[in-house]
């Protein structure tokens, strides 16, 4: 049977592979982890960067630990998938009778082929030929002819799973009182089986030729995925003591050894600034001024006059506006240069259409502790680092108001992707996004954690719109 190729962006998941050496060599697959890929041959005309990308972050980005389209990790994977490598996904495979789910990267599905399928079809510019599979309970043994020429027969293991979790859902964080849950993939997951080939379209024809394989897609180029989002996470675990992001975690993403590390940080803002009020320290997050105060424009567009004198640091973040359900109507500068005064002098504009009103507060440590993850995975290796800040008020709270903007200015300063969160919902919908009846929402009606139905894209799509410029 031949299927029609149609590009198919969806999902890459697996991680570390079983490397087969070019056509004519058979083998039998023995999962181990030298798969090299930062090292591998390039078609013509393709650039395959970051083959093994490290997304962590918050509940957010955790999405139940899923690696594919259960969060916005999967919208990234399926950039990759789609629009990166050419694949063939479940959708467009041949459907068997027994169609399966399982915690694949892939939208979930797995195809089982039964002895005697063969799976025809079309990759273009191949550099390889590579299947994603799950253990199926019995080894099977697959053959792969590659425009008329036979790689060879090779043995899957059926004794494991795709994705292994490293906490279970139910396990709770002795430090925090939350469920801590993380999942990586299956390094024998992935069998590369037909290599080196020319830049141009190949036909191939996959055999069953014993047991039952358990298919998740076909692929001419794989990248490797770690979702190490945290479930329970806010950011206001940011500001305490131990660090937001766990040391094991952190552990478990230098292991992984990504080209390319994303961190959410400072989006999900449950609690955040009841944790700085009971705890204001001077050298950390806190108020400088807490209720809202009357500014007036003063000797030129970047400076604010208050009626009284504050005492700012360069770095604070100054709230300008009256929050009244629409994200629009607030403005975010950062302080430009210390000052004891009654004059605050801003990096940027006071833009016309706040109102002289605002808030002013000092997040210094949270650029500490998101700092320390950075330094730890990029320590002694050559990572791309990106960073994610979304900003949204939760309701009629201004809770994260600048990370934002502090985010970007950290980006611009280390050399890092920005990612913007905040700027994405917010051309969606710049209201107050609280309730979860509507087509027209992108979160679950909290104003914080993406839905299903637009947030995961958006998120998605903030990261994939900066990966497609680099």
């Known amino acids: ?135 199926s309970g019995v080894d099977t043994v697959v053959e792969m002819e590659v425009d008329g020429n036979v790689c060879g027969s090779y043995t899957i293991q059926g004794s494991f799973k795709p994705v292994k979790v490293i906490s279970p859902d139910n396990e709770v964080d002795s430090a925090t009182g939350n469920v801590r849950s993380f999942r990586e993939t299956e390094p024998r997951s992935v069998a590369k089986i037909c290599k080196n080939l020319e830049n141009r379209e190949h036909d191939f024809n996959l055999t069953v030729k014993s047991g039952k394989l358990h298919l998740n897609f076909i692929t001419n180029h794989m990248y490797y995925f770690q979702n190490a989002g945290i479930g329970g996470y806010a950011a206001s675990t940011i500001l305490g003591e131990p660090a937001w992001f766990p040391d094991t975690t952190t552990d478990e993403i230098v292991d992984f050894d990504p080209d390319l590390f994303i961190f959410e940080s400072s989006t999900n803002d449950a609690g955040t600034w009841a944790w700085e009020q009971a705890n204001e320290e001077a050298t950390t997050n806190e108020w400088i001024l807490r209720n809202s105060t009357d500014f007036s424009l003063g000797a030129s567009s970047k400076k604010i006059q208050l009626a009284s004198p504050v005492s700012v640091q360069a770095g604070d973040v100054v709230v300008m506006g009256t929050y009244t359900g629409n994200i629009g109507s607030v403005a975010v500068a950062i302080v430009a240069q210390n ?132």
């Not at 694949?87 to 002895?115: C, F, H, Q, R, W």
């Not at 050399?415 to 509507?438: H, T």
């Open 1 to 135: 049977m031949k299927i029609n190729f149609k590009k198919s962006m969806y999902v890459l998941t697996i991680s570390s592979a079983l490397f087969f050496q070019g056509c004519g060599s058979g083998g039998t697959s023995a999962g181990n982890n030298d798969d090299n890929d930062k090292e591998d041959q390039l078609p013509a005309g393709k650039t395959f960067k970051y083959n093994r990308i490290s997304i962590a972050g918050s509940s957010i980005t955790w999405g139940k630990g899923y690696l594919g389209e259960k969060s916005y990790v999967g919208e990234v994977i399926k950039y990759f998938r789609e629009d990166v490598a050419d694949s063939i996904g479940p959708g467009e495979l041949p459907t068997p009778a027994s169609t399966i789910s399982d915690l694949m990267s892939y939208k979930g599905e797995l195809y089982v082929y039964n002895a005697g399928s063969v799976i025809s079809g079309k990759l273009k510019a191949s550099e390889d030929v590579s299947i994603v599979f799950a253990g």
């Open 339 to 470: 000052s004891n005064s009654k004059t605050i002098t801003l990096t940027t504009d006071v833009p016309d259409h706040v109102a002289p009103k605002c808030v002013i507060k000092r997040i210094s440590k949270w650029e500490t502790n998101v700092q320390t993850v950075i330094d730890r995975v990029t320590s002694g290796r050559n990572v791309q680092v990106g960073i994610g800040t979304c900003g949204v008020p939760n309701l009629d709270q201004r809770k994260l108001m600048g990370y934002r903007e502090k985010g970007k200015i950290m980006a611009d300063e280390n050399g890092w992707m920005f990612f913007d969160f905040f700027n994405k919902v917010k051309a969606f919908n710049s209201g107050v996004d609280n309730s979860p009846n509507s087509a027209s929402r992108w979160s679950y009606g909290d104003n914080t954690h993406p839905n299903e139905e637009n947030g995961y894209r958006l998120f998605g799509e903030a990261i994939t719109d900066v990966l497609k410029t680099k």
